[in-house]
């Protein structure tokens, strides 16, 4: 049987453990840290806003990006994960995967899953513990990770 694996994250870090079945202990197998998930968003901007005229009405105005620096660099974060989780799965390293992530970080990874990945998903939590220890992170899986 292929090992199950947990993905425990945030905005700017990740953990992946691996266990064989339900009454196995959690083991860390990766860490992932993004240290621009730290900053504040002035410190991901080197400028201020650029000023946009529109036309017609004669008014400048600030731009604004639809997606902020800070959601970017979650975005990015969030890509860098689900690419190694699928190159991790393309070579067979786990059957199933858990996944444990602030809510807000949880809809980016979501969004960045491949197919495969996202097909063996058994479960998945919004809740922020990835600085818990791994006895404290196994009590919120299910009691049955089959």
């Known amino acids: 049987m292929k090992p199950i694996w947990i993905l425990v994250a ?7 453990f691996t266990t064989e079945n339900s009454a196995s202990e959690l083991i860390e197998i990766e ?3 993004h240290y621009e998930g730290l900053q504040h968003e002035r410190e991901l901007v080197s400028d201020s806003a650029g000023r946009i005229n529109d036309g017609r009405n004669g008014g400048n105005h600030a731009y604004s990006a639809e997606v902020s620096p800070k959601e970017q660099e ?5 890509k860098r994960i689900a690419k190694q989780l699928n190159d991790e799965f393309n070579q067979n390293k786990f059957e199933k995967l858990f996944v444990v ?11 960045a899953f491949s ?9 998945s939590l919004g ?9 404290e992170i196994r009590g919120h899986l299910p ?4």
């Open 31 to 33: 860490d992932f840290f």
């Open 143 to 146: 009691h049955s990770l089959a």
């Open 115 to 123: 197919k495969a990945v996202e097909k063996h998903i058994a479960f």
């Open 10 to 16: 945030d905005s700017s870090n990740a953990r992946i």
């Open 74 to 78: 979650s975005i990015d974060f969030a």
């Open 127 to 135: 809740k922020n513990i990835v600085t818990q220890t791994p006895a």
């Open 101 to 111: 992530a602030a809510p807000a970080f949880l809809g980016e990874l979501r969004n």
